[in-house]
Structures are given as C-alpha cells and as structure tokens.
C-alpha cells in the first residue's frame, strides 16, 4: 500500500549549522512530492515542492532532493535558524491521486542555540 | 490576500453527537481537501471536493461526510461521533484542482469528544 515515511522522528541541530531530513517512500507512481512545516497550533504550511521529472530544486535557504531509484526524498535547510524548530512533513501525491496527499509522520526539529 | 480559514477553531462535543466545520479557500482555488492529524495516525486523507463534487475519498466510515457550495466553500460532517475523532481538523484548498499543485492549509479546527 501506500505510505511515507521518515527515518528519523527528531533531530537536533546547531543554530547556523545545515540540517537535512529524510523521507522515504513507496509508491513508484508519486510524482509530485511536497515538504509541509508544522509550528505548534498552526497548519502545515508549504515549504517547497518538486516534481519526478527533477532531481533537485532550491528555494530560499531550502534545497530539495529526489532520488526516484531508491524512492528517497531530502530536505536540506541552510544556516538553520530559531525560528526553523517545527515538524517537518513530506507528502506525496501520484497521477491517480490528484489533490490527494499522503503525509509521512513527520520529524521534530530543534534548534540547539 | 486571505488565507484558508476554518471555523470554528476549537469545538468539545459529547459521544453520539454531530459536527460541522466549515473551511473556506483561498480566493479563486476550486478544490478543498480535508484531512485529520492525531498523534498516533499523523496526517489523514479525508476527501477532495472540486467544483461541488466530490473527486476523491480516503479510508473513513460513512459517518464522515463532507460537501462544497457553489462558491467552493466547504463543509464536513462527522454524525455519531466517537472519542476516537478527537483530532485536528485541516482544510487545504488548491487553485484548480489539477494534480501537482501546491495545498494550502487553514489553521485546523481542533475537535475534542468526550
């Protein structure tokens, strides 16, 4: 069946250092992936996106990576910051599936100052 | 431009009640999918509706219902409420509906039975 998900539940990082979350999946037919943000009592708020026909994809301070052979799924946050601490949610959607997301369970990120 | 709002933010019903909570989109977007996050179940599928009409449908009984009005406005329905619903509610909307699009998300609403 389908499913999502993350190797790790938390991680802890320093404040400026590089942080990178993993996120596997399972279904060969996703082909648009998402990474969501999570604060405490807000909804998800979208990060950045990428589709199956790329590999890699950079925002602001974010860089998304996607290796369809072992159906694995990164973000990378640069010179993480305070204000990074949230959950992190992949999710993904296939052809089939339109508006409909599969969520990985997310991981904690903390902010070491 | 406004955000996905949802109403009510908080709600406390009793087992056996009925709910309603409303979710409205981004000006424009057409499509509002629903989803419930509890701790031990993450985030879960619900439904899509797009253009009224209900395009997509995850793995819950029938005692979740949900609709969406002409100005794409939506609703859900849960009758016969367990304390297992306890959950926060999140409404997504998107622009068109067509895949590999963005969602959006409203602050949820946060459904507590007992």
């Known amino acids: 069946g389908e499913s999502v998900g993350l190797h790790l539940p938390t991680l802890s990082v320093q404040e400026g250092d590089n942080s990178i979350i993993n996120c596997a999946y399972s279904n060969s037919a996703s082909d648009y992936f998402i990474w969501y943000k999570q604060e405490s009592g807000k909804g998800p708020q979208f990060i950045i996106d990428i589709r199956s026909n790329m590999d890699k994809r950079q925002g602001q301070r974010v860089t998304v990576l996607l290796n369809k052979t072992v159906k694995h799924l990164s973000l990378q946050i640069a010179a993480t910051q305070p204000g990074d601490s949230a959950v992190y949610f992949c999710?993904?959607?296939?052809?089939?599936?339109?508006?409909?997301?599969?969520f990985g369970q997310g991981t904690r990120l903390t902010i070491n100052p | 431009k406004a955000g996905v709002t949802q109403t009510p933010r908080y709600l406390i019903k009793t087992r056996g009640q009925q709910v309603t909570l409303s979710c409205s989109p981004i000006s424009g977007h057409r499509s509002v999918s629903w989803y419930q996050q509890t701790p031990g179940q993450g985030l879960q599928f619900l439904f899509e509706?797009?253009?009224?009409?209900?395009?997509n449908k995850g793995n819950f009984p029938g005692r979740f219902s949900g609709r969406q009005f002409s100005n794409s406005r939506s609703e859900m329905n849960v009758s016969t409420l367990e304390l297992g619903d306890s959950a926060l509610y999140l409404c997504a909307s998107s622009p068109d509906g067509q895949r590999n699009t963005e969602a959006f998300f409203g602050q949820g609403t946060r459904l507590t039975v007992v």
């Open positions: 509706y797009f253009s009224e009409t209900q395009r």
């Open positions: 999710a993904e959607s296939s052809i089939q599936g339109a508006q409909k997301l599969v």
